[in-house]
């Protein structure tokens, strides 16, 4: 993250238009970082190295893999899973045994050789997993400022919702 | 006056969950002067504490494990379960078409599927009581269905991108469309026991919580009315059995806090919707004389159909359900049919279900996901045929209370799998039209349905037409258990309308009873 990109971040989260509720969740999820806890030190590795090509990220600014460890260590979950899988951890160390091994050291292409392999042997594992790294990535506040994303600054309202009809705020938000 | 823990004695009745289904009778039965509390699992969620964020919201979804098998396996938590005192209405994105009266006679139109044991007369007054009190948005003339007695009390709410894009491509095929009935305010309104609901400020996040009270969920509207006239609504307290005595039913024993507590009523009305309700029925024994409980579960066809356009459409702005067409109502070659509606999305919706609906991953993920403010979606809700192979029932796995956890096996049939299919290809017509790129579909199921259905016959149904369970004296239903089938409209004013309802069998069943020694 950028020492602009940061200020962007900030600036916009710390003014009116962004609800107390809203900015206490977002400067919250801006710096957070989890220690590991769920996973061996091995499969945490695993998993870095997994998520790094799924859902291509710089893991010193978004910490998903963090973010799926301390979701699984809290048992948090999204209400639901397929009757034939395994609970969510669980499932997720198997899929990460079933890689190759030295997966962590195999260059981009093998490793996607591998991940494909994977995903057709245990499609929903895969998928969960798939879903929660997009989760992580697509919630964090600088993910949305690259995308131009403003949803949460919307207060005290949106005065028009038709196509290209945009606040200041919204035009102002993002890489120029 | 009581420490506000304590809990109330000499209850007339208890009920059990305070969505749709709970809610409305709650506060017609505390305004006719009845003793009522309401146990609810979740806790509330006040709108000022509400924050404009996906995640940070996950508190009003259902997130106890359920186990979904079948060869469509339903997703539960944020797709249709809520927890919270509301209910699914905390999330719910306020769409409230009523259903046609031919939603009801299902079987008599196509020879399968079924009739519901009321007409569409008897459901009319409450849908018109109803849209008064929510203070429904829609437009002076709602172009299907009966003609209305009364128009919608407000006018309807701005269309937003998506909304534009497909009344313009409808247009271009013929398809009537229309604003869409939202229960959200496109004015100020009076909301007796809340205070003043607020106008609609174009938030399109009503799936992660209204946080100005504009949106009609249950907390700002019928249980603030239910406690303004006394009710007492105990929130943080699972439900975990029914106790009887003599056959009846004597009342609820609930965890809080984890603590063990029981509350005694007359009657008891369970409304923990089509999930909760069977399980519960289901650990206890009871009410199953018919072998239903769990039964016919049910869950609209609901497929999207997404694209990304030119235009900067900021999917995030407006009531993301703005426009619809119902002229799929019946389509030649399907039972039932179908309603068509625009789609705006939250950010963190949208990107894992494009990740779970493509799998899709690496740089091609990121590169369609920065493209977000250009998104756009469209999707349908369909009926869904009621059949004994959807089941809910109990496994051996067992949750953190030491409760089974629920096994819901869902497979579409015949007819929902062409319904899918035609949905999908007029949809994908549409955007073609609108010269969408990226178009990608996601099958889905939406609505949880079914489980203990309403019927006249005790040997095929659970409930009588008016709730009342057909085998345990002083115990009622209202949720979307009931519904014998699943109407082509979404189910929440529909859901209403017969909590009004049953509340008003159960004030005529005390009118008719000796006055209580």
């Given at each position: 993250m950028t020492v602009e990109e940061r200020s962007a971040v900030l600036s916009l989260l710390n003014s009116?238009?962004?609800t107390e509720p809203t900015r206490r969740a977002l400067l919250e999820r801006l710096d957070v970082r989890y220690e590991r806890e769920f996973f061996g030190e091995a499969e945490f590795e695993r998993l870095r190295a997994l998520a790094l090509r799924l859902v291509p990220h710089n893991p010193a600014e978004l910490n998903l893999t963090g973010t799926v460890d301390h979701r699984l260590h809290s048992g948090v979950?999204?209400?639901?899973?397929?009757?034939?899988?395994?609970?969510d951890g669980e499932a997720y160390r198997e899929l990460l045994a079933a890689l190759p091994d030295g997966f962590e050291t195999l260059d981009g292409d093998a490793q996607d050789t591998a991940i494909h392999g994977v995903q057709s042997a245990h499609p929903h594992a895969f998928e969960d997993l798939l879903a929660e790294l997009t989760e992580a990535f697509m919630a964090h506040p600088l993910t949305q400022y690259r995308f131009g994303?403003?949803?949460?600054?919307?207060a005290p309202e949106w005065p028009r919702v038709g196509p290209?009809?945009?606040e200041p705020r919204e035009v102002a938000y993002g890489p120029r | 006056m009581a420490p506000a823990d304590s809990l109330p004695t000499d209850l007339d009745i208890l009920v059990i969950g305070t969505g749709a289904g709970g809610a409305p009778l709650l506060a017609r039965l505390a305004s006719a002067g009845l003793k009522v509390a309401a146990l609810d699992a979740g806790v509330r969620h006040p709108p000022?504490?509400?924050?404009?964020d996906e995640v940070a919201q996950l508190?009003?979804?259902?997130?106890d494990e359920r186990l979904s098998a079948g060869n469509d396996p339903v997703s539960f938590g944020r797709n249709n379960s809520g927890r919270g005192v509301g209910g699914s209405t905390l999330h719910y994105t306020a769409y409230t078409p009523r259903a046609q009266p031919d939603d009801l006679k299902l079987r008599t139109e196509f020879g399968v599927g079924e009739d519901w044991p009321l007409e569409f007369s008897e459901l009319e007054p409450y849908y018109d009581e109803l849209e008064y009190f929510l203070g429904v948005s829609g437009p002076?003339?709602?172009?299907?269905g009966p003609p209305r007695k009364?128009?919608?009390?407000h006018p309807p709410l701005p269309l937003n991108g998506a909304a534009r894009l497909m009344q313009k491509a409808c247009a271009e095929i013929g398809m009537k469309t229309s604003p869409a009935a939202n229960a959200a305010l496109s004015r100020p309104q009076e909301q007796e026991g809340y205070g003043t609901r607020h106008t609609?400020?174009?938030?399109?996040f009503c799936q992660a919580g209204c946080?100005?009270?504009?949106?009609?969920?249950?907390?700002?509207?019928f249980l603030a009315l239910a406690e303004a006239h006394g009710a007492r609504i105990v929130d943080g307290a699972q439900v975990t059995a029914l106790t009887m005595k003599n056959g009846r039913v004597t009342g609820a024993e609930f965890m809080r806090g984890g603590e063990v507590e029981h509350l005694s009523a007359q009657t008891v009305i369970l409304a923990a919707g089509a999930v909760e309700t069977p399980r519960l029925l289901l650990m206890n024994g009871l009410a199953n004389s018919s072998g239903?409980?769990?039964?016919?579960f049910m869950a609209h066809v609901g497929i999207q159909v997404w694209g990304q356009v030119?235009?900067?459409?900021?999917?995030?702005?407006?009531?993301?359900?703005g426009l619809i067409s119902e002229d799929t109502h019946r389509v030649p070659g399907l039972i039932g049919g179908y309603l068509l509606q625009s789609l705006g999305v939250m950010p963190v919706t949208y990107a894992t279900q494009y990740a779970r609906g493509t799998l899709k991953w690496g740089p091609e993920l990121v590169q369609h996901l920065s493209g977000y403010n250009h998104v756009a979606g469209i999707n349908v809700l369909g009926e869904c045929l009621p059949y004994e192979h959807n089941r809910l029932e109990l496994s051996d796995e067992l949750d953190g209370r030491g409760l089974p956890k629920p096994r819901v096996h869902f497979s579409f049939g015949e007819n929902e799998q062409k319904m899918n299919a035609h949905a999908e290809a007029l949809m994908r017509e549409l955007w073609d039209r609108v010269g969408a790129r990226d178009v990608w579909a996601l099958p889905r199921a939406a609505h949880t349905l079914g489980t203990a259905r309403m019927g006249s016959n005790p040997a095929t149904s659970v409930v009588d037409p008016s709730g009342?369970?057909?085998?345990?004296?002083g115990l009622w239903i209202c949720d979307n258990?009931?519904?014998p089938s699943s109407l082509s409209v979404n189910p929440a004013l529909t859901q209403m309308a017969l909590s009004l309802r049953t509340a008003d069998a159960l004030l005529g069943d005390l009118k008719g009873q000796a006055p209580r020694s």
């Open positions: 009116a238009h962004v979950g999204d209400g639901w899973r397929y009757a034939d899988a395994l609970p994303y403003a949803g949460f600054a919307d290209n009809e945009l | 000022e504490g509400i924050a404009t508190g009003l979804f259902w997130t002076a003339e709602y172009p299907w009364r128009a919608y009390r609609c400020t174009n938030r399109g946080s100005i009270g504009a949106k009609a969920s249950m907390d700002v509207t239903q409980v769990g039964r016919n030119e235009d900067d459409l900021r999917p995030y702005k407006g009531i993301p359900g009342r369970t057909h085998d345990v004296p258990s009931i519904f």
